[in-house]
């Protein structure tokens, strides 16, 4: 007999993140009743939601939209601020071109299409969008102007999003058991999923329920499977989130006959502290991330520079700088800025838990670069500062195209030399953010064998969705691909529950 109470539950949600929740709370808006079971404890709930900044990707029209979702637009000096549109097909040209025209076109739809109403229906469960000036915007001559979509951010972060809604599903009724690990989905007859197995307070427990929506994450905090899917060297990078992320749901679907879908060697992986802890410190949140490669030149051991640091604003390549620090000699890499760009840099260069060196000439800077050939960094600053085209006008807010010429790898954006001391230079390695590999689910967040034969009750939601993200991912989708999916999944298995 089970010490968890099943009374009147008719959906079992697993997972305790932005995905799960927002499952959990449109279940019960449309009549279930619904347990949820984290594995975590308590205080570390959440899972890589509550790792987030809080950018948030949603499609808009201009100001007025924006005003619908944060009233409080009215009091900023709106002349300004030129906030532009990000219309549906913006939207899809991002996706579409970021992962190589691979996505898939059904669920990528139901994202665009209804992420403003989405966000709007997060807002009314509490969570607070504000402006990302500074972010996604900045400052030049007086005025800012976005540059990629992300116009409204989640005030207060992850943290702040997941105790909203978490706060939400407490006054909706929506119980939690927390240091519950579902370790496998119970089957009926029919081969639907009828409930969960758990491993909470040393014991096993079967858990029947009507629907079981998976919201459990994707498999960035497991080694193994990292070097089983991602590859070698994989095992060995540091994860940015959440620790309790190990692929159990994904298993236990498969399991089951889930199809797998999506691109099952790719994750997203950003530029990350060299010295952050193995896993994500919720303290810190994501502020071990190092975003401004655009405004740098970055060097690995040889004290060779190994990318174009200005292909693109760093929202549309951060979450590849990982795979590429990762396949550098030692797995780290060192960004170097100097003063003409520093009053640009993110708030994650002005933390205390940093490493970071200065200096004030590039020849007194080579040896403070640990691990860094001094000579060839030298060499490669002075080369890279003679192919700098500073006829051209640096602008951060668009592709300014003042870029360097006549170099093996030329830098096409941004190309500041390095002249302006003091120098600021911070150690990176490859900080894994989460994997693209999912299961199979249909726009109604059903999970699907092959051939689109659904699992009858089973759903899933969030990084568990395969098919959205292949080889690099526009910032802020994954709350709100988390946000669509988790919602879509509660009120179909709600629907299911209720026969
Ligand atoms: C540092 C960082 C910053 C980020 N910043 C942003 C951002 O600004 N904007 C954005 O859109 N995205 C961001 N992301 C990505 C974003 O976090 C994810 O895309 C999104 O939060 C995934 O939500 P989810 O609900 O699917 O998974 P999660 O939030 O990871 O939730 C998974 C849940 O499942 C639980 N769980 C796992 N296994 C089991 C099990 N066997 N049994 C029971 N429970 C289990 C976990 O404990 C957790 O509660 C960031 C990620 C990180 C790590």
Not at 144 to 158: C, E, Q, S, V, Y
Not at 258 to 269: D, E, I, V
Not at 386 to 391: F, G, I, N, P
Request: hydrophobic fraction near 40%; include cysteine; glycine fraction near 12%.
């Amino acid at each position: 007999m089970s010490d968890i109470d099943m009374t009147g539950v008719d959906i079992i949600v697993v997972g305790a993140g932005n995905a799960a929740t927002c499952a959990a709370l449109s279940a019960v808006e449309h009549g279930a009743k619904v347990l949820m079971l984290e594995t975590a404890p308590k205080e570390s709930r959440g899972g890589n939601s509550a790792f987030t900044g809080g950018a948030f990707r949603f499609s808009y029209n201009g100001v007025d939209d924006l005003m619908q979702l944060c009233p409080s637009l009215a009091d900023e000096d709106l002349d300004n601020i030129d906030f532009g549109t990000y219309t549906h097909e913006q939207y899809y040209d991002d996706v579409f071109r970021m992962t190589q025209y691979r996505s898939d076109a059904d669920l990528v739809e139901v994202l665009v299409t209804s992420s403003f109403e989405t966000a709007k229906w997060m807002t009314t469960h509490g969570v607070e969008l504000i402006p990302s000036l500074g972010r996604q915007a900045f400052k030049v001559d007086g005025k800012f102007k976005f540059w990629g979509g992300l116009a409204l951010r989640i005030n207060g972060g992850g943290e702040q999003l997941v105790a909203t809604l978490h706060e939400m599903a407490e006054k909706a009724g929506i119980r939690v058991v927390y240091e519950a690990t579902a370790v496998d989905l119970l089957q009926d007859g029919d081969g639907g999923a009828s409930g969960v197995r758990v491993r909470h307070g040393g014991k096993l427990h079967d858990l029947k329920a009507k629907a079981v929506v998976l919201a459990c994450g994707g498999f960035e905090s497991n080694q193994a499977m990292r070097a089983r899917y991602l590859g070698p060297g994989w095992d060995l990078a540091k994860v940015r989130g959440t620790e309790f992320n190990n692929g159990e749901g994904l298993e236990m679907a498969l399991r089951i006959g889930a199809m797998p879908y999506g691109h099952w060697s790719g994750c997203h992986a950003v530029a990350w502290d060299l010295n952050a802890p193995p896993y994500g410190d919720l303290a810190i949140g994501d502020q071990f991330q190092k975003h401004n490669v655009p405004f740098s030149i970055v060097v690995n051991a040889n004290g060779e520079r190994f990318r174009d640091e200005g292909e693109d604003f760093h929202s549309y390549c951060y979450a590849r700088y990982g795979g590429e620090i990762l396949q550098q000699p030692g797995m780290f890499a060192w960004q170097i800025f100097d003063q003409k760009v520093t009053h640009l840099l993110r708030s994650e260069y002005h933390i205390r838990r940093i490493t970071k060196v200065e200096a004030n000439t590039i020849e007194e800077l080579a040896p403070k670069l640990d691990g860094v050939n001094a000579q060839n960094f030298i060499r490669t600053v002075k080369t890279f500062n003679a192919a700098c085209r500073t006829d051209v006008p640096f602008d951060p807010n668009v592709h300014d195209g003042r870029c360097t010429e006549g170099l093996a790898i030329n830098k096409s954006n941004w190309a500041n030399p390095l002249d302006t001391p003091p120098f600021e230079a911070f150690a990176v390695t490859a900080g894994v953010t989460f994997t693209f590999g999912g299961i199979k689910v249909s726009t109604l967040a059903e999970v699907e064998r092959h051939g689109k034969k659904k699992i009858p009750g089973l759903y899933a939601a969030g990084e568990m969705v395969g098919g959205l993200y292949f080889h690099n991912y526009a910032s802020g989708t994954g709350l709100m691909a988390g946000a669509t999916f988790g919602r879509v999944a509660g009120r179909q298995a709600a629907k299911f529950a209720k026969g």
